[in-house]
Nanobody, 118 residues
Framework: QVQLVESGGGSVETGGSLRLSCAAS?????MAWYRQAPGKEREPVAE???????SYADSVNGRFTISREYTQNTLHLQMNSLKPEDTAKYYC???????????????WGQGTQVTVSS
């Protein structure tokens, strides 16, 4: 079992920045950030997978940066140049890597709200 606790959400204006953090109770091979806007499905935002490989959704690539402090079991998401369409609840996820090096997320945090006003 892995407990995940997110922090750092809030309200900013367009073009602003926020830094999300996720504290994990223990290590996992894969960690990621997902988000869910009202009326929409949850979608992946950024991932640090096996061997530290990073990947980003096209919509945030170049604006968001995911990082991980392995000694602290902490995950971060630096979000710059925020847009109103980034408004959503952001969730931290953790899980094992599979035989094909893909990640399976079976642990989720409660989420932290990010609101970007125009």
């Amino acid at each position: 079992q892995v407990q995940l606790v997110e922090s750092g959400g809030g309200s900013v204006e367009t073009g602003g920045s926020l830094r999300l953090s996720c504290a994990a109770s223990r290590d996992s091979s894969c960690m990621a950030w997902y988000r869910q806007a009202p009326g929409k499905e949850r979608e992946p935002v950024a991932e640090i997978g096996l061997y530290g490989k990073r990947s980003y959704a096209d919509s945030v690539n170049g604006r968001f940066t995911i990082s991980r402090e392995y000694t602290q079991n902490t995950l971060h998401l630096q979000m710059n140049s925020l847009k109103p369409e980034d408004t959503a609840k952001y969730y931290c996820a953790a899980g094992p890597s599979m035989s094909n090096e893909a990640c399976a997320y079976n642990y989720w945090g409660q989420g932290t709200q990010v609101t970007v006003s125009s």
